[in-house]
């Protein structure tokens, strides 16, 4: 699968964070584990892929929902971050996609904005850009909980966009999870998806093109034929 001519030569690109430019999401998911355990809430493995991409709020508010439980929404998200910042605080360095230092420094030659959009709350994504060295190459990272309504919803791709001063039709967007790939296209813009390890329990359909190595993408964008 090729990309379309027209659509290789965006104006700028936005990353998802966990699963495409960090092998973080087996973090989330220990960290994620660590709190069902805590409060006794028995959640499968196919539930849980589920959650992938949206807010960790989303996640409990349907897990809660599910389950009529008593427990609430706003202190389950804040005590899964607590747990989650030292957890991350204490990696030693995240390395980042294989491949992605090659496509980030294309993109920075070929003077392309670039921005993070995640779904991760601040602090994580904080450190987690951080601990992987990338930080240099984004104009801006956003946290969908900061911005309006989390992943599947368009809204973090559409602040970033604004924040980029380029119209949502001319961005493109690198995801792995269902709900992300989604986002992007309720957002209006090109998505490709990256078949990480990550991604293997994602529905990956509705993405235009799929890609499992950031070499063959830094080969298709801007190429003429």
Same mark, same amino acid.
């Given at each position: 699968?090729?990309?379309?001519? %027209?659509?290789?030569?965006?104006?700028?690109? =936005?990353?998802?964070?966990?699963?495409?430019?960090?092998?973080?999401?087996?973090?989330?998911? %220990?960290v994620?584990?660590?709190?069902?355990?805590?409060?006794?809430?028995?959640?499968?493995?196919?539930? /849980?892929?589920?959650y992938?991409?949206?807010?960790?709020?989303?996640?409990?508010?349907?897990?809660?929902?599910?389950?009529? !439980?008593?427990? $609430?929404?706003? %202190?389950?998200?804040?005590? #899964?971050?607590?747990?989650? =910042?030292p957890?991350?605080?204490?990696?030693?360095k995240?390395?980042?996609?294989p491949?992605?230092?090659?496509?980030?420094?294309?993109?920075?030659?070929?003077?392309?904005?670039?921005?993070?959009?995640?779904?991760?709350?601040?602090?994580?994504?904080?450190?987690? =850009?951080?601990?992987?060295? !990338?930080?240099?190459?984004?104009?801006?990272?956003?946290?969908?909980?900061?911005?309006?309504?989390?992943?599947?919803?368009?809204?973090?791709?559409? /602040?970033?966009?604004?924040?980029?001063?380029?119209?949502?039709? $001319?961005? !493109?967007?690198?995801?792995?999870?269902?709900?992300?790939?989604?986002?992007?296209? $309720?957002?209006?813009?090109?998505?490709?998806?990256?078949?990480?390890?990550?991604?293997?329990?994602?529905?990956?359909?509705?993405?235009?093109?799929?890609?499992?190595?950031?070499e063959?993408? #830094?080969?298709?964008?801007?190429? %003429?034929?």
């Amino acid at each position: 699968m090729q990309i379309p001519v %027209e659509k290789r030569f965006p104006k700028a690109i =936005i990353f998802d964070m966990d699963g495409v430019l960090v092998d973080s999401e087996p973090y989330h998911i %220990e960290v994620e584990k660590r709190m069902f355990q805590k409060v006794g809430v028995d959640v499968s493995d196919e539930e /849980h892929a589920s959650y992938m991409g949206t807010a960790t709020d989303v996640m409990w508010r349907q897990i809660i929902e599910k389950r009529q !439980l008593s427990h $609430n929404v706003e %202190e389950m998200t804040r005590l #899964t971050n607590l747990e989650g =910042i030292p957890f991350f605080s204490a990696l030693e360095k995240l390395e980042p996609m294989p491949g992605l230092r090659t496509l980030l420094d294309f993109l920075e030659n070929k003077k392309v904005p670039m921005a993070v959009a995640s779904s991760s709350n601040p602090e994580t994504v904080k450190i987690i =850009i951080d601990k992987s060295g !990338l930080r240099k190459y984004f104009k801006h990272t956003i946290s969908s909980g900061s911005v309006g309504k989390s992943k599947p919803a368009p809204d973090v791709f559409l /602040h970033a966009a604004k924040l980029l001063g380029v119209e949502p039709e $001319n961005c !493109l967007v690198i995801e792995d999870s269902k709900n992300g790939i989604k986002a992007a296209k $309720n957002a209006g813009m090109f998505c490709v998806a990256y078949g990480g390890a990550s991604s293997e329990s994602q529905d990956q359909g509705e993405a235009d093109i799929v890609v499992e190595d950031f070499e063959k993408l #830094t080969r298709l964008l801007f190429a %003429e034929d």
